[in-house]
């Protein structure tokens, strides 16, 4: 059983940053990949990026690519997504989940989710 606490979230004007963390408690942190989600009211949940168990593979949503970095220390149970040059349209609540398998799989089952964490972006 693995726990996540997303934290971070805030209003911010377009163009600025934001940093969301993701804490997990449990030993086992480092066994799973870890994937960054949002969904924005009326529109489909979106896999904003993930990373591999050791940090080494990323991937990201072409609609974050260049915005967005994920990074992960699992001495520390915590995987960080790093939001710059925000824009409206990335306004939602954003999700951790975590994966007993591949970011590279489109259908990875992402067992564990926390709670969210609201990201707005408006002037």
């Known amino acids: 059983q693995l726990q996540l606490v997303e934290s971070g979230g805030d209003l911010v004007q377009p163009g600025g940053s934001l940093r969301l963390s993701c804490a997990a408690s449990g030993l086992t942190f480092g066994a799973y990949a870890i994937g960054w989600f949002r969904q924005a009211p009326g529109k489909e949940r979106e896999r904003v990026s993930c990373?591999?168990?050791?940090?080494?593979?990323?991937n990201y949503a072409d609609s974050v690519k260049g915005r967005f970095t994920i990074s992960r220390n699992n001495a520390k149970n915590a995987v960080y997504l790093q939001m710059n040059s925000l824009k409206p349209e990335d306004t939602a609540i954003y999700y951790c989940a975590a994966a007993f398998g591949s970011c590279r799989d489109n259908r990875v089952d992402f067992k564990y989710w926390g709670q969210g964490t609201q990201v707005t972006v408006s002037s």
């Open positions: 990373v591999s168990n050791n940090g080494a593979f990323t």
